[in-house]
């Protein structure tokens, strides 16, 4: 069997660390720098010829995070290696994903085609903007969900007064099934969220019973942080007793973490699939780590094992 070996992208040494401990190997190593003008210049440092690689990078903006990741696979192509997983713990440009007005690019297709066209084998990846996205390579895709990170997390509280909130309709499958995994009998609710426009979030209704309730918003991607905080301040005018949230992704651009700070949602609990900066850090927000979930599908997918238990 070839040998693994895993190479990270700047965008998320620390997670990339953390799975390499987990796996017990050393990061592989890459020289990666900027040219005076911006450009990136890559190297990989050691020989993997015949190797079984895994690259880990989250294609958040700035796009250099996603040229990145298509330079490191080219040059490991190049290199001879027998395999290329690229591992997108957060894939960006995810939210056009389909055509559903003139003029507009499915952004989500065509990152999948530049990622199979740099020379990727595989895709292993997290939460997944749309489950669609999937069907937009032609390569197999490895897709876990956090679920049993934030289930571990949350089932060691209280739970007796819980309802889990999707923030929108779209997340209300997602969400029964987290309330599922929970507890038995843990309700839900489901916000009737509309976009005015981009990034904008207003809530037309809230459908289910949350008056005197403590509440668990479960999302998938907080950016702005407007959707929160529409259905935080919808929640609590219908009568919500407490309200936390949770979201695997932790994009959090512009002012959303001092947003967050200054909203009535007491508890904000992410992963690290995004790299959360200094200045982001807040004691509102709790980061769970997902390298362990990771680590366990890296290791089975180069054993060949299976990875269906994980997908949960
Ligand atoms: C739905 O569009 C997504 O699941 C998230 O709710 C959304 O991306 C969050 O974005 P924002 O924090 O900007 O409202």
Request: charged share 25%; glycine share 6%; hydrophobic share 45%.
């Amino acid at each position: 069997m070839p040998k693994i070996k895993v190479f990270s992208g700047r965008a998320n040494i620390t997670l990339a660390q953390k799975i390499c401990d987990k796996l017990g190997i050393e990061l592989g190593k890459a020289s990666i720098q900027d040219f005076a003008d911006g450009e990136i210049k890559i190297k990989i440092e050691e020989n993997v010829r015949g190797i079984d690689v895994f690259v880990v990078q989250p294609t958040l903006p700035p796009a250099e995070n996603l040229l990145e990741l298509l330079l490191m696979i080219d040059a490991l192509k190049r290199a001879s290696a027998e395999r290329i997983t690229a591992v997108i713990p957060y894939y960006g440009y995810a939210r056009q994903d389909r055509k559903d007005e003139p003029r507009v690019p499915i952004s989500a297709k065509l990152i999948a085609d530049l990622i199979v066209t740099a020379g990727a084998l595989r895709v292993l990846t997290v939460d997944l903007h749309a489950e669609q996205i999937q069907g937009f390579f032609n390569i197999p895709v490895d897709h876990l969900y956090a679920t049993p990170v934030l289930v571990d997390y949350f089932s060691k509280s209280d739970l007796s007064n819980l309802s889990v909130v999707a923030p929108d309709t779209g997340r209300a499958n997602r969400a029964r099934g987290f309330a599922k995994r929970l507890g038995d009998n843990i309700p839900i609710a489901v916000i009737d969220k509309r976009r005015p426009g981009p990034n904008e979030a207003e809530v037309v209704t809230v459908i289910g019973d949350v008056a005197g309730k403590d509440l668990l918003i479960f999302d998938d991607i907080i950016d702005t942080g407007n959707t929160l905080i529409a259905a935080a301040k919808a929640l609590k005018s219908h009568g919500a007793k407490k309200i936390i949230a949770c979201a695997t992704h932790p994009v959090f651009s512009k002012n959303s973490v001092s947003k967050l700070e200054a909203s009535s949602i007491t508890e904000v609990t992410v992963t690290d699939t995004i790299l959360l900066a200094p200045e982001k850090q807040s004691k509102k927000i709790t980061v769970l780590s997902v390298a362990g979930l990771l680590a366990e599908a890296i290791s089975r997918i180069h054993k060949g094992e299976s990875v269906s238990s994980l997908f949960i």
